[in-house]
Structure formats: C-alpha cells, structure tokens
C-alpha cells in the first residue's frame, strides 16, 4: 500500500540505444537462477511492425539493468505489435506470452530466458481485442488473464480470462468457447469511482492466504492512470474481483507478515 522510490532500470548511459526515441515500457521482471531478467516492450510509436522486446539482466531486482538487446521484433515472429512480454516459469522452463490487439502467443525460451528455445514454435492462444497477457496456474488449470477495451480516461478497458489444461492452450470461456474467437469471462471492468481498469502485472497470495491482484486504472478525478491493487477471489474456480468492479469502500490491505 505503502511505496517509496528506489530508482530506474537503465541510467542515461545504460539504456538501450537500439531503439532511438528511448520508448520503453511495460517491464517484466522474473528471478531465472541467480540473476533477475526484465523482458521490456520498445517502439510502438514507430509503427506496429516496427515493435519488439528486449531484454536485460541484473543481480538484484531494483537493478541496476545491462541491457542485452533485441529478443523478440514482430517481423521476425510475423506479429505487429509484438509488445507487453510475460514470463510463465514451470518445472525449469520458460514460456514468454506477449502480443497487443492483433494476437496474443506464446513461445518457449532457453533455461536462461535469454533467447528462443532451438525449435519452439510461436503458438497463437488469443485472438485480436486483446494485450497483455498475465498467467497463473489455479488447481492445475492455466488461467490466461487479458486485457481489452479502450483504456482512455472513461474506457471500456477491463480484465477477462480463459482457462486451459496446457500452458500452450487451447484456452476457452466456461462454454468452452476458444479466447482465438474473442470469447472470454468477464474479471475486473471499471464502475462509477474507477475507469478502465487493467493490465494485470501481478497476483500475489499474501500471508493469510488470501489472493492480491496489481493492475492500471483512472481515478475520476486524475488525468493519469494509477497503479491498483485488489483482491482476487475464486468462484467456482475462476478468477473475479469485487464482483467484476473495483474495490473503493471497506477495503483492506494485504497480511504480511
């Protein structure tokens, strides 16, 4: 609830020069062995097809970063706007989600995160109207947290999630209905106090147990999006929030202890 500033990834010296307007965003950031990996999005405003995600490394999470370049660009993958990268880890391996309201795919990458995996094969598991791709395993089910709608002050920007078997899909709505069809279930979408709200970052499961949700939002008075945090309870086995609407009264704050 409480943050403090600790500083930035890159120093004007460090950041990655490849990408010339310096537009990076929307970092990922995981523990693979002994060092933490940021996967970071670049270029969008160069056009789609010229978007792409890099990769650095660093000892400890607040950096700093050594940028290590190009990981992904969307020519190479055939995928314009190939941005908002997501790490799922499992069993010492790595699958790397990303896409943007053209497709949303997944890909296996090396044990060190650092490049492709020889042979993976990019996967499609959504369909166009979606970004930002978050995963978590519930009850060995996948769940495949979206992002969709206009996420302008007073969007429809909201979360919604499919469920799969397998980290590589198919994943469907509870009708079965495949996400690469647009079909989902409805998570978290903005009411009267907050507006589109979205892009999942985290789930944390805090110290009593309970489920904690990080995403973006507009606060009605505010002309900028603010980072929110809310719980995350699962019905019959599928992730909601706050009966699909932000949290703004009663709320409490997550138990560490």
């Not at 985290?202 to 489920?211: C, E, K, V, Y």
């Amino acid at each position: 609830v409480n943050w403090s500033f600790v500083g930035t990834a890159f120093t004007n010296e460090t950041r990655p020069t490849f990408e010339p307007k310096g537009n990076l965003w929307a970092p990922d950031i995981n523990k693979i062995g002994d060092r933490y990996v940021m996967y970071y999005s670049m270029s969008v405003w160069g056009g789609e097809w010229t978007c792409g995600i890099g990769v650095a490394t660093a000892d400890k999470p607040e950096g700093p970063f050594t940028d290590h370049g190009k990981l992904i660009d969307s020519n190479e993958q055939g995928v314009d706007i190939s941005i908002d990268a997501y790490l799922y880890q499992e069993d010492g391996r790595n699958y790397l989600f990303w896409g943007s309201f053209r497709e949303i795919s997944v890909i296996e990458l090396t044990a060190d995160g650092m490049s492709i995996k020889k042979g993976a094969v990019r996967k499609k598991v959504a369909g166009g109207q979606y970004e930002a791709a978050y995963v978590i395993k519930k009850n060995g089910v996948y769940n495949l947290i979206l992002s969709t709608g206009q996420y302008h002050k007073g969007g429809t920007y909201s979360l919604v999630v499919g469920q799969s078997n397998n980290i590589m899909g198919p994943y469907t709505n509870k009708k079965g209905e495949d996400m690469n069809d647009v079909k989902h279930e409805l998570m978290l979408k903005g009411n009267n106090r907050f507006s589109s709200t979205g892009h999942c970052s985290r789930i944390i499961t805090d110290d009593a147990g309970q489920d904690w949700i990080l995403y973006h939002g507009y606060v009605d008075e505010l002309d900028y999006r603010c980072l929110m945090l809310d719980k995350v309870n699962w019905i019959n086995g599928w992730p909601v929030v706050n009966n699909t609407y932000p949290t703004y009264t009663g709320y409490s704050a997550p138990v560490f202890r």
